[in-house]
């Protein structure tokens, strides 16, 4: 598989000054390495304030390293002139869907990104129907983005994003403030767009139920790597999430704790309806 | 005394061609010491709802008593309402905007015009309460706490109005999994020690499964279902209205039908019921 982003031992730390005007400096993220492969779907937890957000505005060169580096698609994010192109490859949406819309029309604000790096009139259209289509909105386009659910809204970011056509898509907290079915609508999206466009799709949550989506976790811990593996091997290390603030999903929580209990019970089992049907059988 | 409220309708921006109808004929009592859930989606009027409670909207039709105040009444205390309504909005955080913790605490006391010696004392419960040191925190910049802290600092510039009646618009949302699990045993712990009526807004059925007595479903503006959590949960097709199923909930519902009931709903209940349920039977 090809990488996507490789990043190697990265560190990046914000300055800042205290109240009697001193230098202060705060950890963002220190000596980071990894590699994410195109086609990855990989989730990024951690407690608030582990550098999750830090290292997803590394990603699309939006912070720089202080030290160590980080290259997109080969591209190092230290140097200006790939900035554009960078950019153009790692796609984000944020948290919040109000703060993102540009526009007062669908269309116009799915178009604000293609515009932006020059693409010519003609091809724009294409591009914003292309996407408007691929995130099920299309029937949307004449709308006001402001009149729309919250989900709705995020797919229109989510579209915005793909109007620039990127390879990586960031998402960067975008379910926190969702409905349940807003966030499903947006896992289902990005579930698509990995599987049938073959991007890679680096999900932050704080919903551990988020993470059985991915191919990979990787857990942050005060700005270092704290765990990388399989949704079902971080799970199975689950007094050391509790013990930097992350837990696993009931379900697998309850499956564990009977599996130990010496019930004959997958202690992976991690869908809820699985662990019930089993327990019906074995009670 | 109860919250009650009657034939409650609300119309955003009325008699212009952008008019919506946000609440249709609402109805609810809430009673003293209760621990009420409001769930729905996005836009079905639980905010709208809420800020009719403390006069932030303000009564147009329908009848709402809160305590001893009518809010019908042609001249209505606001003052007195609103420091007997407290108030924590969606991410509180964003409201921090003193130099000091307890300058930003002292703020709502300050307000209701108490003596300088009650406003400190009530700014050191609250912080108290809400699990902050005062030595260590107090006169620090809000802005340098961690992302829980902040969220809990601005609860307790809410709780230092000593509000009997604690309305909380998704208290939790952004928040890693411990954060959250802080901010609910801190609703616990204030419902315990000041006997406070809480409501509560959140998008998170496995919260509300596990920490509310009773629950409202708003479906467009209405309350389609007023019922204890658990009846809910096992009666109410909840996904028909864009929400989903508690984990809990679902293994228990599961269960019931080969005839095992369990009473608990928090992971460690039900497996300790499943565990004795099992009984004498060999694992």
Same mark, same amino acid.
Request: with cysteine; glycine share 8%; hydrophobic share 40%.
């Given at each position: 598989?090809?990488?996507?982003?490789?990043?190697?031992?990265?560190?990046?730390?914000?300055?800042?000054?205290?109240?009697?005007?001193?230098?202060?400096?705060?950890?963002?993220?220190?000596?980071?390495?990894?590699?994410?492969?195109?086609?990855?779907?990989?989730?990024?937890?951690?407690?608030?304030?582990?550098?999750?957000?830090?290292?997803?505005?590394?990603?699309?060169?939006?912070?720089?390293?202080?030290?160590?580096?980080?290259?997109?698609?080969?591209?190092?994010?230290?140097?200006?002139?790939?900035?554009?192109?960078?950019?153009?490859?790692?796609?984000?949406?944020?948290?919040?869907?109000?703060?993102?819309?540009?526009?007062?029309?669908?269309?116009?604000?799915?178009?604000?990104?293609?515009?932006?790096?020059?693409?010519?009139?003609?091809?724009?259209?294409?591009?914003?129907?292309?996407?408007?289509?691929?995130?099920?909105?299309?029937?949307?386009?004449?709308?006001?983005?402001?009149?729309?659910?919250?989900?709705?809204?995020?797919?229109?970011?989510?579209?915005?994003?793909?109007?620039?056509?990127?390879?990586?898509?960031?998402?960067?907290?975008?379910?926190?403030?969702?409905?349940?079915?807003?966030?499903?609508?947006?896992?289902?999206?990005?579930?698509?767009?990995?599987?049938?466009?073959?991007?890679?799709?680096?999900?932050?949550?704080?919903?551990?139920?988020?993470?059985?989506?991915?191919?990979?976790?990787?857990?942050?811990?005060?700005?270092?790597?704290?765990?990388?593996?399989?949704?079902?091997?971080?799970?199975?290390?689950?007094?050391?999430?509790?013990?930097?603030?992350?837990?696993?999903?009931?379900?697998?929580?309850?499956?564990?704790?009977?599996?130990?209990?010496?019930?004959?019970?997958?202690?992976?089992?991690?869908?809820?309806?699985?662990?019930?049907?089993?327990?019906?059988?074995?009670? | 005394?109860?919250?009650?409220?009657?034939?409650?309708?609300?119309?955003?921006?009325?008699?212009?061609?952008?008019?919506?109808?946000?609440?249709?004929?609402?109805?609810?009592?809430?009673?003293?010491?209760?621990?009420?859930?409001?769930?729905?989606?996005?836009?079905?009027?639980?905010?709208?709802?809420?800020?009719?409670?403390?006069?932030?909207?303000?009564?147009?039709?329908?009848?709402?008593?809160?305590?001893?105040?009518?809010?019908?009444?042609?001249?209505?205390?606001?003052?007195?309402?609103?420091?007997?309504?407290?108030?924590?909005?969606?991410?509180?955080?964003?409201?921090?905007?003193?130099? *000091?913790? $307890?300058? %930003?605490?002292?703020?709502?006391?300050?307000?209701? @015009?108490?003596?300088? #010696? !009650?406003?400190?004392?009530?700014?050191?419960?609250?912080?108290?309460?809400?699990?902050?040191?005062?030595?260590?925190?107090?006169?620090?910049?809000?802005?340098?706490?961690?992302?829980?802290?902040?969220?809990?600092?601005?609860?307790?510039?809410?709780?230092?109005?000593?509000?009997?009646?604690?309305?909380?618009?998704?208290?939790?949302?952004?928040?890693?999994?411990?954060?959250?699990?802080?901010?609910?045993?801190?609703?616990?712990?204030?419902?315990?020690?000041?006997?406070?009526?809480?409501?509560?807004?959140?998008?998170?059925?496995?919260?509300?499964?596990?920490?509310?007595?009773?629950?409202?479903?708003?479906?467009?503006? *209405?309350? $389609?279902? %007023?019922?204890?959590?658990?009846?809910?949960?096992? @009666?109410?097709?909840? #996904? !028909?209205?864009?929400?989903?199923?508690?984990?809990?909930?679902?293994?228990?519902?599961?269960?019931?039908?080969?005839?095992?009931?369990?009473?608990?709903?928090?992971?460690?209940?039900?497996?300790?019921?499943?565990?004795?349920?099992?009984?004498?039977?060999?694992?």
């Amino acid at each position: 598989m090809n990488e996507a982003i490789k990043i190697t031992d990265m560190t990046y730390f914000y300055r800042g000054y205290d109240d009697s005007g001193l230098p202060v400096i705060t950890k963002g993220v220190e000596n980071v390495s990894l590699d994410i492969f195109q086609g990855e779907f990989v989730a990024l937890v951690g407690h608030n304030g582990s550098g999750k957000s830090t290292l997803a505005k590394l990603l699309n060169a939006l912070l720089l390293p202080r030290s160590g580096k980080i290259e997109v698609f080969g591209m190092d994010t230290s140097d200006k002139k790939n900035l554009f192109e960078i950019r153009k490859s790692v796609g984000m949406v944020f948290q919040n869907p109000d703060n993102q819309m540009v526009a007062s029309i669908v269309k116009e604000d799915v178009a604000f990104g293609p515009e932006n790096i020059g693409i010519p009139q003609k091809e724009i259209v294409t591009r914003v129907n292309d996407a408007l289509d691929a995130v099920g909105m299309a029937e949307y386009a004449d709308r006001s983005p402001h009149k729309l659910s919250g989900g709705q809204k995020q797919r229109i970011a989510i579209a915005g994003a793909l109007a620039i056509q990127p390879k990586v898509l960031v998402l960067d907290e975008s379910t926190a403030m969702l409905d349940p079915l807003g966030r499903r609508e947006v896992i289902e999206i990005a579930k698509k767009l990995n599987k049938e466009k073959n991007m890679t799709i680096i999900l932050i949550t704080h919903f551990m139920e988020e993470v059985l989506y991915s191919d990979r976790v990787i857990v942050l811990n005060d700005g270092e790597i704290a765990m990388n593996g399989s949704p079902k091997d971080i799970f199975r290390r689950e007094a050391e999430l509790n013990k930097i603030g992350l837990r696993v999903p009931r379900a697998v929580e309850l499956a564990r704790k009977l599996n130990s209990e010496g019930f004959e019970i997958d202690p992976d089992i991690t869908d809820e309806k699985v662990l019930g049907d089993k327990l019906c059988r074995l009670l | 005394m109860p919250v009650v409220v009657k034939n409650l309708n609300y119309t955003y921006n009325p008699k212009t061609p952008f008019a919506k109808q946000a609440l249709l004929d609402v109805n609810l009592t809430i009673n003293d010491g209760e621990f009420i859930g409001i769930i729905g989606h996005t836009g079905s009027g639980k905010s709208t709802f809420v800020q009719h409670l403390n006069g932030l909207i303000k009564l147009t039709d329908g009848e709402i008593i809160v305590n001893d105040i009518n809010l019908n009444d042609k001249k209505v205390d606001y003052l007195k309402l609103r420091s007997l309504v407290g108030m924590v909005f969606q991410y509180p955080e964003y409201q921090l905007f003193a130099d *000091t913790v $307890k300058a %930003d605490i002292a703020f709502g006391p300050k307000n209701m @015009k108490l003596p300088a #010696e !009650e406003v400190n004392t009530r700014v050191s419960e609250a912080l108290k309460l809400v699990g902050l040191n005062e030595e260590e925190i107090g006169e620090k910049s809000p802005f340098d706490l961690s992302g829980g802290e902040r969220r809990r600092a601005a609860i307790a510039g809410v709780l230092a109005m000593k509000p009997k009646i604690l309305v909380l618009d998704e208290p939790t949302a952004g928040l890693d999994p411990m954060g959250k699990r802080e901010i609910l045993q801190l609703m616990a712990k204030i419902r315990a020690e000041q006997n406070a009526t809480i409501i509560m807004i959140s998008h998170d059925m496995n919260e509300i499964y596990e920490n509310v007595d009773r629950v409202a479903v708003f479906v467009n503006g *209405t309350i $389609k279902h %007023d019922m204890p959590t658990e009846e809910l949960f096992q @009666k109410v097709k909840i #996904e !028909e209205y864009g929400l989903e199923m508690p984990a809990m909930a679902v293994i228990k519902k599961k269960l019931s039908k080969i005839g095992v009931v369990i009473n608990g709903r928090t992971v460690t209940e039900v497996f300790n019921e499943i565990v004795k349920a099992k009984g004498g039977k060999n694992v």
